[in-house]
């Protein structure tokens, strides 16, 4: 019997997402502990690596946010004036709610996106990526794999109160979606005035299309 978990196709809604225009990146499942702290967050809530490279490196990542916005900004420091969209496929880690047992991990999808959607000309300004432009993205990406979802307004702190919301289908929260913070920006010196993000949870996306599975029908 072959006991070995095979790993999922994710060849199909790759091109779904590269078809909207979004650059994959790879990033260490290793956060960069300077990072964290000028984001304000605790190493404490991350799990530690028992034998670490560097003290710089030493906790594993919860989530794509940091790794993803450092892309941005790298990317940024080389191209102006022109659309950005990022996304990362990837483990993260958190720490098992009872001590001693091993740390939880869980597999993500993480957006990243600003700058121009449309380019000037003699009639029209060019239009900034906004809020709509990303949820539209994702219900795009997420109706491919056959879920429909719908957006509810939360008070989730890790995002800008000007846009911010959870991502539900069929009646489960299965990722969050905003605008990044202005003090997160500062914090790593983006040069952008709007950078929107969202991250969805892989196994809930799949325990959702469970719950409701719908078949693809095509008519003439």
Not at 177 to 191: K, P, S
Request: proline letters at 6%; charged letters at 30%.
């Amino acid at each position: 019997r072959d006991d070995r978990v095979a790993a999922p196709d994710t060849r199909p809604w790759r091109e779904t997402i590269r078809g909207l225009g979004y650059q994959e990146v790879l990033n260490l499942t290793i956060a960069d502990d300077r990072v964290l702290s000028a984001l304000g967050r605790s190493v404490d809530e991350h799990v530690a690596v028992l034998n670490p490279m560097s003290p710089e490196f030493s906790h594993l990542r919860t989530d794509l946010y940091a790794g993803l916005l450092a892309n941005l900004k790298h990317n940024l420091e080389h191209l102006r004036g022109v659309p950005l969209k990022l996304w990362e496929y990837g483990r993260v880690f958190r720490k098992p709610s009872t001590p001693g047992a091993p740390s939880e991990e869980q597999r993500h999808v993480g957006f990243i996106a600003t700058g121009p959607v449309e380019s000037s000309n003699w009639t029209t300004p060019a239009r900034p990526f906004d809020f709509q432009d990303l949820s539209g993205d994702l219900a795009e990406y997420l109706s491919f794999l056959g879920l429909a979802v719908r957006i509810e307004a939360c008070d989730d702190g890790g995002y800008s109160p000007l846009a911010r919301g959870r991502l539900h289908a069929s009646g489960l929260a299965i990722g969050r979606i905003g605008r990044v913070r202005d003090e997160d920006l500062r914090a790593l010196g983006v040069r952008a005035e709007a950078v929107y993000y969202a991250e969805l949870e892989l196994g809930l996306v799949e325990e959702t299309r469970g719950r409701d599975p719908r078949e693809k029908r095509f008519i003439p």
